[in-house]
């Protein structure tokens, strides 16, 4: 009986050390020859999950944003004396009301407006040369409105874009830039977009397409005039 026991014990300790050996001397010398390391047979079975994600592309979002408001957008060219002045300005009702810069439309002097290219009849309503407004009602049904940004939600650092009309041979084309905005204050928003005089009345938009404000061009500066201003003056 003992004699038994002593044997199983003995097969036990065998084959505990040729477990040990074969796991840490001969299995991994094994597997590296090259008869069989392309096969990596010390690799254990990998499951893979695909995991989809929908990403919406910043770039997507802000063609998107610029899509939905070039319209609003209108051309302004001006003739004062011997100077052309050329400009934007901003749809806010869709029966035809619109707002631009004072400095845009000086008193005897010959205008013209242009929506989506075409030139329209207008009606200048009033001007404000304090706060470098005018309210101007166009000739034109049904025209393309876009909402207003809360400014209070505004934060330094957010990304925004104008979109304005520039005239090529005297034809009025849409021109877009983007930056972010460097500081807030109740009477102005600075970005630090660089532009053209010819600029001046563009629109300034955050990046869901809502109207942060009208832009002046200060030596080549975008500087905004918010729309809680714009609204005051509009009476809205």
Avoid at 19 to 42: K, M, N, S, T
Avoid at 176 to 186: D, Q, T
Wanted: proline share 2%.
């Amino acid at each position: 009986m003992s004699k038994n026991l002593l044997k199983v014990i003995g097969l036990f300790v065998i084959g505990m050390v040729g477990g040990i050996f074969a796991d840490q001397i001969f299995w991994p010398y094994f597997v590296e020859r090259p008869l069989f390391y392309q096969y990596r047979l010390d690799k254990g079975t990998v499951y893979v999950t695909e995991k989809k994600e929908t990403i919406i592309q910043e770039n997507t979002a802000l063609t998107q944003a610029i899509d939905k408001v070039e319209k609003s957008v209108v051309g302004v060219r001006t003739q004062s004396q011997d100077q052309i002045i050329e400009g934007s300005g901003l749809i806010v009702t869709s029966d035809g009301l619109l707002v631009t810069l004072a400095d845009l439309v000086p008193q005897s002097s010959k205008f013209s407006f242009f929506v989506d290219g075409k030139q329209v009849a207008f009606q200048i309503l009033k001007r404000d040369s304090e706060t470098n407004l005018a309210l101007v009602k166009i000739d034109e049904p049904n025209l393309t409105t876009v909402s207003f940004a809360n400014l209070d939600k505004l934060k330094m650092g957010e990304r925004v874009f104008l979109v304005g009309t520039v005239f090529e041979n005297s034809k009025a084309a849409k021109t877009v830039n983007e930056g972010i905005i460097k500081k807030i204050s109740e009477n102005l928003l600075e970005t630090n977009i660089s532009e053209k005089n010819n600029l001046a009345g563009s629109v300034l938009f955050n990046i869901e397409g809502e109207v942060l404000g009208i832009n002046v061009i200060d030596q080549g500066s975008v500087l905004t005039i918010p729309i809680s201003k714009i609204k005051l003056f509009i009476g809205m």
